[in-house]
Structures are given as structure tokens and as C-alpha cells.
């Protein structure tokens, strides 16, 4: 078996961030934010992160850049955080979790109708492996399931799937970093989000202290941060390995439950955590990667420019 290059295993420790951030994001909401506000949240997630990265990058779509932004961001941002809200808000326990950890097995669907890539029997076992062990972590007790919530989950899933595999296939436009391409997905989907929040629950809510640090935390850490170094590893690995590195973020959210919340973890939670962890290494294994990171390299270092020299970039 041929050796995987150092530096393709850095770009997917790297990436693997963005998901594990995202696995604090339940305990950053039930503990800081205010409750019953998931459109708020979503917006005050997105849209500041977003105009924030258009202020440094000082960088615009341009011609059929501005569909494809809007696109991505809808997919990504815009349809997603919304569902993602509210499936947690209407589902038991850890079903949201649970629809959610089907991702890999959408991204290797829609890349095989989109990318032309034909998933491997193995590509197929390992995703379901990962989610079934998924739902050993966060699948407690039986409740009824909530129809809505099944739909929204499952819409939030396929919208971030989607996206994924759209943002491998559409690249970026040349001299654009993925910082550039982050800010305008985070501002569209906010954009898309606000009439939605103002509509739905009205006038923001008084904010605490807490909640004042809990939001900067989604916006700055959770999301601005988290999503660019997403995008940055979409374009240098493979759909699937990016789709493969999505069970990280339910793991870590029970991790977090158990180490800063004081929720138990039974053998057969840690038993779950093993497999799904396991399979989202198997997810990795595989070729085509070390040589979108060879291809890549030379942009990636002029894109880690964007933070220093913005007024250069036109």
C-alpha cells in the first residue's frame, strides 16, 4: 500500500478542526445563549463572520462567481444552519446526531452523480460503520420521532453534502483564497438567514454577558475560523475524505458533554466512539488526495497572505 504524503496528513488533521469545533457548538448553546432563538443564533453565526472576511480580504465575486457564492452559501450556511436548529430543537436526544452522521454516505452518492466518482464497496461499508456507531454514542432512550424534525435533519444533511461536493467540483476562481471564498458563503447564507430570523421570532433578545461571549465564540472561533480552514480542505482533499471527517463533530460534542457537562459515558458509548472514530480514519485511506495537495500547495501559500496584505488583492 503506498505511503500517504506527510503533507496530506497534516491537511486532514488540519480540516479535521473545523468539524471538532463544530462538536462544541451544542454546549456553547445550551449554556451561554439565550433559549428557543436557533434562527437568531444562526444568523448572529453566520452574517457577522461572513462581512468580517469580505473586510479583510476586500475581495468580491465576480461574474458567474456571484451565482455560485449565492449558491454555496445557501447550501452550506443558508439552508443549513436553520435545519441543522431546527431538527436539535424537535428531535430526542441524539437523533439530529444520529441523521447527521449520514453524511459521508451522501457525499459519496452526490459525487458519484456529480464528480464521477465511483464509491468503493469499502467507501460504502466504512460510512455506514461510522454512522451506526455514531448512534451507539448519541442515541438514548426511546421517544417519539417528530416528523418535521426527521425531514429537517435529513434536509440539513443532504444541503451540507451538497455543498461539499459542489465546492470540490466548482474549485475557487484563480488569485481567490479559500478566505475570500468563506467570507461570501458566510454573508450570503446570512443574508439568506435574516428576513428568515426577523420573520419567525421578531426583535433580537437582551443579551448577557455570557451570551455576548458565546455568540463572538460561534462567530469568530465556531464559524469564521472553522469553515475557512473547511473550504481550505475541500479544495486539497478528496469529497469523500472531507465527507468522512463530518462523525468528528457528534463525537465531540459527546466528549465535551462528558468532560465540561458531567454526562456519563456507558461502555457502549465508548464502544461507539471506538468504531466511529475508526471508521473516520478508514474514511481517509485512499488515493487522489496526495495529489490535490501537490496541486494546491502553491496557492495555499500565497492564500495565507490574505490576513496580512488585503490592500494588495484587488
Known amino acids: 500500500m503506498a505511503t500517504r504524503p506527510h503533507g496530506t496528513t497534516a491537511v486532514i488533521a488540519v480540516t479535521a478542526l473545523a468539524p471538532v469545533s ?50 454555496l452559501g445557501a447550501l452550506n450556511i443558508g439552508a443549513f444552519f436553520p435545519l441543522l436548529f431546527v431538527a436539535a430543537y424537535r428531535l430526542p436526544g441524539g437523533m439530529a446526531a ?23 464497496p469499502r467507501t460504502l461499508l466504512t460510512g455506514l460503520a461510522a454512522a451506526f456507531g455514531v448512534s451507539l454514542v448519541v442515541l438514548k432512550g426511546a421517544g417519539a420521532l417528530d416528523l418535521v424534525g426527521v425531514l429537517a435533519a435529513l434536509a440539513s444533511t443532504v444541503s451540507m453534502a451538497a455543498g461539499t461536493v459542489l465546492t470540490k467540483r466548482w474549485g475557487r476562481p484563480a488569485g481567490v483564497g479559500p478566505l475570500a471564498l468563506t467570507g461570501w458563503q458566510l454573508t450570503a447564507g446570512g443574508l439568506l438567514i435574516a428576513p428568515l430570523a426577523l420573520l419567525a421570532e421578531g426583535a433580537p433578545p437582551a443579551l448577557d454577558g455570557r451570551a455576548v461571549g458565546g455568540y463572538l465564540y ?10 475557512w480552514l473547511w473550504f481550505r480542505g475541500i479544495g486539497r482533499l478528496t469529497a469523500t475524505q472531507a465527507g468522512f471527517l463530518g462523525p468528528l463533530s457528534p ?16 461502555p457502549v458509548q465508548t464502544a461507539g466512539m471506538a ?6 480514519v478508514a474514511g481517509q ?26 490592500a494588495l488583492r484587488r
Open 251 to 266: 463525537l465531540t460534542a459527546a466528549v465535551v458533554g462528558w468532560a465540561a457537562l458531567g454526562q456519563a459515558l456507558t
Open 98 to 120: 444520529v441523521v447527521g452522521s449520514a453524511g459521508p454516505l451522501f457525499v459519496v452518492g452526490l459525487s458519484a452523480l456529480l464528480l464521477g466518482q465511483r464509491p468503493a
Open 218 to 227: 460561534l462567530a469568530l472561533a465556531n464559524t469564521a475560523l472553522a469553515y
Open 275 to 280: 468504531l466511529a472514530f475508526g471508521a473516520t
Open 285 to 310: 485511506l485512499g488515493g487522489g488526495a496526495g495529489r490535490s495537495f501537490r496541486k494546491t500547495e502553491k496557492n495555499d501559500r500565497k492564500d495565507s497572505m490574505d490576513l496580512t496584505v488585503p
Open 22 to 71: 463544530w462538536g462544541t457548538t451544542y454546549a456553547v448553546t445550551t449554556e451561554f445563549l439565550p433559549p428557543d432563538r436557533p434562527l437568531f443564533t444562526a444568523l448572529l453565526r453566520a452574517l457577522p463572520a461572513g462581512l468580517l472576511l469580505l473586510a479583510v480580504t476586500r475581495v468580491l465575486p465576480r461574474g458567474a462567481w456571484w451565482a455560485k457564492a449565492a449558491v
